[in-house]
């Protein structure tokens, strides 16, 4: 994606600002979708059409960058999805940015956890010794890392094992 780049200042808090360029790319997808309800396409089919163009644009490899992306990137990706769903180009039962993200790292995160072949599984912590404890269900059996320092929040695989470990 030649549109996202980090801002390379010294500043910290600058130099984890993403440069939001999906919606950059995803706006002129929506010309296609005017062109389309022009020519009669009915609702159905351009909700159709946006879920499988610009929501998978927006969510393309979004374990890897969500890590980096700051709260106001996500305020504007939620922002331009609210202005689709007020054109009729979203459906108004599309759930927020944030959910999409949390539905696309759960799935990738259990691919990896149940799938020995994935290339990923490799990078797992061991896993725990069974214990016969009668604690409330993980979502994995896998030994917690320690944090070395803020990076290991952004790694996809650090937040989706300390994810929902109060």
């Given at each position: 994606?030649?549109h996202?780049?980090?801002?390379?200042?010294?500043?910290?808090?600058?130099?984890?600002?993403?440069?939001v360029?999906?919606?950059?790319?995803?706006?002129?997808?929506?010309?296609?979708?005017?062109?389309?309800?022009?020519?009669?396409?009915?609702?159905?089919?351009l909700?159709t059409v946006?879920?499988?163009?610009?929501?998978?644009?927006?969510?393309?490899?979004?374990?890897?960058?969500?890590?980096?992306?700051?709260?106001?990137?996500?305020?504007?990706v939620?922002?331009?999805?609210?202005r689709?769903?007020?054109?009729?180009?979203?459906?108004?039962?599309?759930p927020?940015?944030?959910?999409?993200?949390d539905?696309?790292?759960?799935?990738?995160?259990?691919?990896?956890?149940?799938?020995?072949?994935?290339i990923?599984?490799?990078?797992?912590?061991q896993s725990?010794?069974?214990?016969?404890?009668?604690?409330?269900?993980?979502?994995?059996?896998?030994?917690?890392?320690?944090?070395?320092?803020?990076?290991?929040?952004?790694?996809?695989?650090?937040?989706?094992?300390?994810?929902?470990?109060?």
């Amino acid at each position: 994606m030649s549109h996202r780049q980090l801002n390379g200042s010294d500043n910290d808090s600058d130099a984890d600002t993403l440069r939001v360029g999906y919606i950059n790319d995803s706006a002129p997808s929506l010309y296609p979708l005017r062109v389309l309800r022009h020519h009669g396409m009915n609702d159905v089919g351009l909700q159709t059409v946006f879920r499988a163009v610009v929501v998978s644009r927006l969510m393309y490899a979004s374990p890897a960058w969500r890590g980096i992306a700051t709260a106001t990137d996500l305020k504007r990706v939620d922002a331009f999805l609210r202005r689709c769903k007020r054109c009729g180009y979203c459906s108004s039962d599309l759930p927020d940015f944030e959910e999409l993200l949390d539905e696309s790292d759960d799935r990738l995160f259990r691919n990896i956890l149940y799938n020995s072949a994935h290339i990923l599984h490799r990078l797992l912590p061991q896993s725990t010794a069974s214990q016969h404890y009668h604690l409330r269900r993980r979502t994995h059996d896998r030994q917690l890392p320690t944090r070395i320092n803020h990076l290991c929040n952004k790694n996809f695989l650090g937040r989706a094992l300390y994810k929902d470990s109060y």
